[in-house]
């Protein structure tokens, strides 16, 4: 598997600067938010999430901000490295049109980490 | 690793045709999902399975089916194959049903080209 060649908004950071990837979602109803990385050659994989009775939650090196006036969702990456090139998908958890939960992924944001 | 296989790596075939794609989850794990990963489309949830029964439902074509086996594996039927279904094909794997809060684990794919 490797990385669809999507036409992603993209973002270059110099290695060791901080980078924020920025998400609209769609649905003021959806309570939780997940982070994914998919780098080239691989599947999405998790790195944080987020529900929607917070705006704020760390981890390592990564930080997720939620806004649920706006339905904005920001990823903070701290001091990038090379590994942290890759795509980042935001997804929100809503109800399908067929009345069960599922997840809603964004277009992506392609990051890319200049040595 | 994530734990979730997928076969075959790459699939080729003609349009008219049908294809069958597997999914072994994580050990351990209950749940199967189904994704489509399209140039035009990013990642589109298809449909989900939980221990053996279908849990959810995306916006699967009618002509795309899903089953979840005995012994958890899971398969991706897609019969009368168009030019627009060319996509990367996800399988993730999760220990329980929730569609958001329990993580998903992704496999590498199944790049499907209809020519």
């Known amino acids: 598997g490797e990385s669809v060649g999507l036409h992603l908004p993209t973002l270059s950071v110099q290695e060791g600067d901080n980078s924020i990837i920025n998400c609209a979602y769609s649905n003021s109803a959806s309570d939780y938010f997940i982070w994914y990385k998919q780098e080239s050659g691989k599947g999405p994989q998790f790195i944080i999430d987020i529900r929607s009775n917070m705006d704020k939650r760390q981890g390592q090196r990564v930080t997720v901000l939620l806004n649920k006036t706006v339905k904005h969702l920001s990823l903070q990456i701290a001091a990038t490295q090379p590994g942290d090139s890759a795509v980042y998908f935001c997804a929100e958890r809503g109800i399908s049109n067929f009345g069960n939960e599922k997840l809603t992924f964004g277009t992506g944001t392609r990051l890319t980490i200049i040595p | 690793d994530s734990g979730v296989t997928q076969t075959p790596k790459h699939l080729i075939t003609a349009t008219g045709q049908r294809v069958t794609l597997r999914c072994s989850p994580r050990?351990?794990?209950?749940?199967v999902y189904w994704y489509q990963q399209s140039l035009d489309q990013g990642l589109q949830f298809l449909i989900q399975?939980?221990?053996?029964?279908?849990?959810a439902k995306g916006n699967i074509l009618e002509r795309f089916s899903a089953q979840q086996f005995p012994d958890l594996h899971s398969e991706l039927n897609l019969s009368s194959l168009e030019l627009g279904d060319s996509a990367l094909y996800f399988c993730?794997?999760?220990?329980?049903?929730?569609?958001?809060?329990?993580?998903?684990?992704f496999g590498p794919g199944t790049r499907l080209t209809v020519l």
């Open positions: 993730a794997s999760s220990v329980t049903g929730g569609a958001g809060e329990d993580e998903q684990f």
């Open positions: 050990s351990g794990d209950l749940s």
């Open positions: 399975y939980y221990n053996g029964e279908e849990r």
